[in-house]
């Protein structure tokens, strides 16, 4: 469950290292559609995140819809297949029943407004609260950068309602995770300087 600041004690919480170290980007999601009042407070805990000059230069548009996403993810496969000789690596597409969200019900993206030099990392701030905050609260996450490049066309702008002048930065798929996802090795800190 996840606490408002209001009222901190209130619903039971994990310690945020215990999220931050087991949380795991999850690429596979049952079909259980995820509450608006569940997305709201991850969209709160989203927007608690720390930013430049308090500019708060972020907004969130959230899909839920199926067959919108279909869509989108059958445009994000377009994409993958006319850039994959130059990243052979990233081209998972060839599978006729891949899907760009692992399945999930619930894309919510995160863009950023044109307010200054730091809006990405504010953004990029913004959805590691609503990651934290959607694992203590039993959820997956996993941010989908493929998605990026097609939510800042003119076409999916439009169709979703965005601002032209607004950046997907975030998108971030969001569910009930199909199983447990196993937890993956990651390299100690590289310190450069410690003086």
Same mark, same amino acid.
């Given at each position: 469950?996840?606490?408002?600041?209001?009222?901190?004690?209130?619903?039971?919480?994990?310690?945020?290292?215990?999220?931050?170290?087991?949380?795991?980007?999850? +690429?596979?999601?049952?079909?259980?559609?995820?509450?608006?009042?569940?997305? +709201?407070?991850?969209?709160?805990?989203?927007?608690?995140?720390?930013?430049?000059?308090?500019?708060?230069?972020?907004?969130?548009?959230?899909?839920?819809?199926?067959?919108?996403?279909?869509?989108?993810?059958?445009?994000?496969?377009?994409?993958?297949?006319?850039?994959?000789? =130059?990243?052979?690596?990233?081209?998972?597409?060839?599978?006729?029943?891949?899907?760009?969200?692992?399945?999930? !019900?619930?894309?919510?993206?995160?863009?950023?407004?044109?307010?200054?030099?730091?809006?990405?990392?504010?953004?990029?701030?913004?959805?590691? =609260?609503?990651?934290?905050?959607?694992?203590?609260?039993?959820? !997956?996450?996993?941010?989908?950068?493929?998605?990026?490049?097609?939510?800042?066309?003119?076409?999916?702008?439009?169709?979703?309602?965005?601002?032209?002048?607004?950046?997907?930065?975030?998108?971030?798929?969001?569910?009930?995770?199909?199983?447990?996802?196993?937890?993956?090795?990651?390299?100690?800190?590289?310190?450069?300087?410690?003086?």
């Amino acid at each position: 469950m996840i606490a408002s600041p209001e009222s901190p004690k209130s619903e039971a919480s994990i310690s945020v290292m215990d999220a931050i170290f087991h949380r795991r980007a999850v +690429r596979d999601y049952t079909p259980q559609k995820i509450e608006q009042a569940v997305i +709201r407070k991850l969209l709160d805990a989203a927007v608690h995140a720390p930013n430049a000059m308090h500019e708060e230069a972020w907004a969130f548009a959230v899909i839920q819809d199926k067959p919108l996403l279909k869509r989108l993810s059958d445009d994000v496969k377009k994409r993958l297949a006319e850039v994959a000789a =130059n990243h052979p690596p990233l081209w998972k597409g060839a599978a006729p029943d891949f899907d760009a969200f692992h399945h999930a !019900g619930t894309l919510i993206v995160i863009y950023g407004k044109p307010v200054g030099p730091f809006v990405a990392a504010d953004c990029w701030l913004a959805a590691e =609260n609503l990651m934290l905050a959607a694992y203590a609260a039993g959820l !997956g996450t996993c941010p989908i950068g493929l998605a990026v490049e097609v939510l800042n066309t003119a076409q999916w702008k439009e169709e979703l309602g965005v601002p032209a002048e607004m950046t997907a930065i975030a998108p971030m798929i969001v569910g009930l995770p199909a199983g447990k996802t196993p937890p993956v090795s990651h390299k100690p800190p590289q310190v450069l300087c410690w003086k």
